[in-house]
């Protein structure tokens, strides 16, 4: 499984988890990893250089990308199309900008303390350390922040989104923020994959 990064992980075990125990057909990536029955690969934002680097051991493989915005979404989408061309290979392009925009905000705000507002195309790590930030500093805000505190906090709300903040949802809350069924459709797709294995 093709991954952008280590907190693509983090949430897909932890949301796979969470549908499993909903629909026991639906697979539980932490439990496939456990069994090694999957293996992730965290590919650092670079999927141009994994269109076809794994294709020699000849597996099935699931590839998942952030949207992102245009133009680098459109190059995704071209990437996706070549490698749905390769047999027993799946890639998708989330409807959102991440992983993160999935999470339900009273998820967030269990963690964090914080009412975040944020839409299907906004940065929320973002959104949430920045709101997190303020919500500590009275006599500071966010913008006054450097480039690399911002980053730094930034790269926090991030790990904690993909970690504790799914841990607090719930299969309403992620119906409410997921009505069309994404993940589980993906997650529809690593099943059919893995049966090939």
């Given amino acids: ?15 796979s988890t969470l549908l499993h125990a909903e629909q026991p057909a639906l697979p539980d990536l932490a439990a496939m990893e456990g069994n090694r029955q999957l293996i992730f690969f965290p590919i650092g934002g670079h999927p141009r250089a994994w269109i076809k680097r794994l294709a020699p051991l000849q597996l099935a493989e699931f590839h998942i990308y ?41 998820a967030i705000e269990a963690v964090a303390d914080i009412t975040p507002t944020f839409g299907d195309q906004d940065c929320v790590a973002s959104e949430v350390a920045q709101k997190v930030f303020d919500s500590r500093h009275n006599d500071y805000c966010w913008e006054l922040l450097d480039h690399r505190p911002r980053v730094k906090l930034r790269n926090r709300a991030k790990h904690w989104l993909n970690t504790s903040a799914v841990e607090q949802m719930t299969v309403p809350l992620l119906q409410e923020r997921d009505p069309d069924g994404e993940i589980i459709s993906w997650l529809e797709t690593i099943a059919q994959l893995a049966e090939t294995a």
């Fill in 1 to 15: 499984m093709v991954v952008e990064g280590t907190h693509d992980i983090e949430f897909l075990t932890r949301i």
């Fill in 66 to 106: 952030d949207a992102e915005r245009p133009p680098e979404s459109e190059q995704r989408e071209m990437l996706i199309a070549q490698i749905n061309r390769r047999p027993r290979c799946r890639a998708v392009l989330t409807q959102k900008r991440s992983l993160e925009n999935y999470l339900h905000p009273r």
